[in-house]
């Protein structure tokens, strides 16, 4: 219970600190890309860790319903659960990459294909000491860019080629950055691995309020009424956990989409740290927030991997708790912050 | 629980503690030293683009016969020099002369339009941003690795096991640190 309450702490700190800054965090003139990224991987750690717990909390709920008010058969179901969801990410992990990239419509270059992108990249692994990723180059006049892959040594980038055409070398620089600051971060297995959490929830929930449709909970009433005390404390749970099915669905995607901002955050920070010019990425981001087009191969479930949102009327509503990226504004303050 | 089963398990806790300590400073100190011979694999790159560079650039200005050679001087004299301190300021110099090679493009459009010198300008800056990163790369890690040596309870294990911190790579002299003037 605690940690639902947690978690909407921490995303109602999240939303005030967006249209006034009154009760919100602002960036101070001693921010530097350190304290961002400190700052920023304990909001992951929290988010991630409350939801876990609210996870297995479910999990136990909706096994003692079931099992009339037994704790045991709780156990059994969250600890089903936390399986189910185990070996589905595991499988998302190493069959993710190469259907993105499919849907895309990315062509992987060569150095002699492109050589100031590949230069830009492999400055970008200098600076971090990672391997050389996969660079991908997507046929579409829309300005974006993603990556994917489970770790450093198994990435990948793509870029648009409107975007590619469109900036500065210091700011491909910037972009780049931002990516590969996702890859370095594992930011990809933090979103798999919430993506299959959320999924198994919102799946345990429905099976569960319709379970109950079907009267798995009045079942054993008959055999309940002859314990002490059993029975109230039977009906209290039932309704308990049929409030908690129904908003478990909603409040998961919140935190789901208040942990992708963060991330964002964290990358553009991670950005900074590689680059150590918060210009670049400051100035890409500007010509983003200015360009009207949709990008056409994109769609709702690659959104998250995308460094704007490529569905423009999303980035409209920008300050929405259930927008994945935070609001280009703020991102450009962040960054210029840390000029001064 | 006997007293003794006790002190096996806190002595197995402790141990592999120390041993998770230790592996860590080992790969931290790994790191530093593969980021310094990074830097020297990029200052070679550069040595090995020169060459190129002039001999493009011949054919277009024949009479900027003293800017050219000024380079290949600079290359010659870094490649050669001993100390850390003297391959920085040759290095330095070297940087100077390519900016002033670059320079030259602006006054011969002929040599600007040239596909190839626009390539080598590319490879150029890209591997003057290379040396330059990896630097900022070994920097870093010797920054990780030095707290690492210092905070408690590293420090102890390091102090056990001979770890030292490592030297940051710094100018030495002011002179290095202010950037080569350009002249027409």
């Known amino acids: 219970m605690s940690s639902l309450v947690l978690c909407a702490s921490v995303e109602i700190l999240t939303l005030r600190s967006r249209p006034k800054a009154a009760l919100g965090r602002r960036i101070m003139a001693t921010e530097t890309f350190h304290t961002l990224i400190a700052r920023n991987k304990r909001n992951s750690f929290i988010l991630i860790g409350g939801f876990m717990l609210f996870f297995i909390g479910m999990g136990l709920l909706i096994g003692m319903v079931w099992g009339a008010g037994e704790w045991q058969f709780g156990a059994t179901v969250a ?45 970008l692994c200098l600076a971090g000491g990672t391997p050389l990723p996969r660079i991908y180059l997507i046929g579409d006049s829309a300005m974006n860019a993603f990556a994917t892959g489970r770790d450093p040594a198994h990435a990948s980038v793509a870029i648009t080629t409107g975007l590619r055409r469109k900036l500065t070398r210091d700011q491909l ?21 919430m993506a299959v959490m959320v999924g198994v929830l919102v799946m345990l929930c429905d099976v569960f309020l319709r379970s109950l449709w079907f009267g798995a909970g009045s079942r054993r009433r008959s055999r309940s009424r002859d314990r002490e005390g059993g029975n109230p404390l039977q009906i209290v749970l039932i309704i308990v956990a049929v409030i908690l099915a129904i908003i478990a669905p909603i409040l998961a995607r919140i935190i789901q989409m208040a942990l992708s901002r963060q991330r ?7 950005a900074v740290e590689l680059t150590r010019n918060p210009d670049g990425l400051a100035g890409a981001l500007a010509r983003l927030s200015g360009d009207q087009e949709v990008l056409e191969v994109a769609n709702r479930a690659t ?34 912050a840390l000029t001064h | 629980m ?23 400073l080992v790969s ?34 024949a009479h900027e016969k003293e800017t050219l050679e000024a380079v290949i001087q600079a290359r010659n004299a870094a490649i050669a020099a001993g100390t850390v301190g003297e391959q920085a300021q040759c290095e330095n110099m070297l940087s100077g002369a390519l900016r002033q090679i670059f320079a030259l493009s602006e006054a011969y459009p002929d040599l600007k339009a040239n596909q190839n010198f626009a390539a080598m300008q590319e490879e150029l800056t890209s591997t003057e941003n290379k040396i330059a990163f990896s630097r900022q790369h070994y920097n870093d890690s010797v920054g990780v690795y030095n707290i690492a040596t210092q905070k408690f309870p590293n420090n102890m294990v390091a102090g056990m096991f001979g770890f030292k911190p490592e030297e940051f790579f710094e100018l030495e002299e002011p002179e290095q640190r202010e950037a080569p003037k350009v002249s027409f």
Request: aromatic share 8%.
């Open chain 1, 303 to 336: 959104a998250p991997l995308y460094i704007v949102h490529p569905i423009k009327k999303f980035e409209a509503r920008a300050s929405s708790i259930f927008s994945t990226h935070p609001p280009i504004k703020e991102r450009i303050s962040r960054l210029t």
């Open chain 1, 173 to 193: 620089q910037g972009v780049m950055a931002h990516e590969m600051s996702h890859v370095r971060h594992y930011d990809i297995r933090y979103a798999m691995l």
């Open chain 2, 28 to 61: 931290k100190r790994t790191r530093c030293r593969t980021a310094w011979s990074q830097i020297d694999v990029q200052l070679k790159r550069r040595y090995d683009l020169i060459p190129n560079l002039v001999e493009t650039v011949k054919g277009y200005a």
């Open chain 1, 79 to 123: 600890v089903i659960a936390a399986g189910v969801a185990f070996v589905l990410t595991l499988l998302s992990f190493y069959g993710g990459s190469s259907a993105l990239l499919g849907m895309s419509k990315a062509r992987e270059i060569k150095k002699a294909d492109d050589p100031q992108l590949f230069n830009v990249v492999e400055e």
């Open chain 2, 2 to 24: 006997t007293a003794l089963t006790i002190a096996i398990v806190v002595t197995v806790v402790l141990a592999v503690i120390l041993i998770a300590l230790y592996n860590g």
């Open chain 1, 264 to 270: 964002e955050y964290l990358a553009d920070a991670g």
